[in-house]
């Protein structure tokens, strides 16, 4: 399942501006907290830790205008904690957004037009 992350790497290419050099590093810096949370998602059993690492996400998710993923995390703080449906829809909106960690920027095209 593919998700549109066209907003958040519009919200990362305003926040660079012309340095294709911080837009990777932007992007980088989102994939690695956003992995950590998930991590911490998945290894969550009780519901404060459960409740706790899906709001991150949510928050994270918010500050970089990622609609997707704030949709994945409200669904996850209403799911039983360590519910591996909620926990793998972040994972492969992660992977979808991590396989194209090298940003519009490496291939020259603008991306806010991505």
Not at 92 to 112: I, M, T
Request: net charge negative; charged share 20%.
């Amino acid at each position: 399942m593919a998700y549109e992350v066209g907003d958040l790497d519009a919200t990362l290419a305003a926040a660079a501006g012309e340095d294709a050099a911080l837009f990777v590093e932007l992007r980088q810096a989102f994939v690695e907290s956003l992995a950590t949370q998930v991590d911490l998602l998945k290894r969550s059993r009780c519901d404060g830790n459960w409740q706790m690492s899906a709001l991150r996400i949510k928050g994270l998710a918010a500050s970089f205008h990622a609609a997707p993923l704030i949709a994945l995390a409200e669904q996850a703080l209403v799911a039983a904690p360590g519910d591996p449906v909620a926990a793998r829809q972040i994972q492969n909106w992660l992977s979808d957004f991590s396989a194209g960690s090298a940003g519009a920027y490496a291939e020259g095209a603008d991306p806010a037009n991505a």
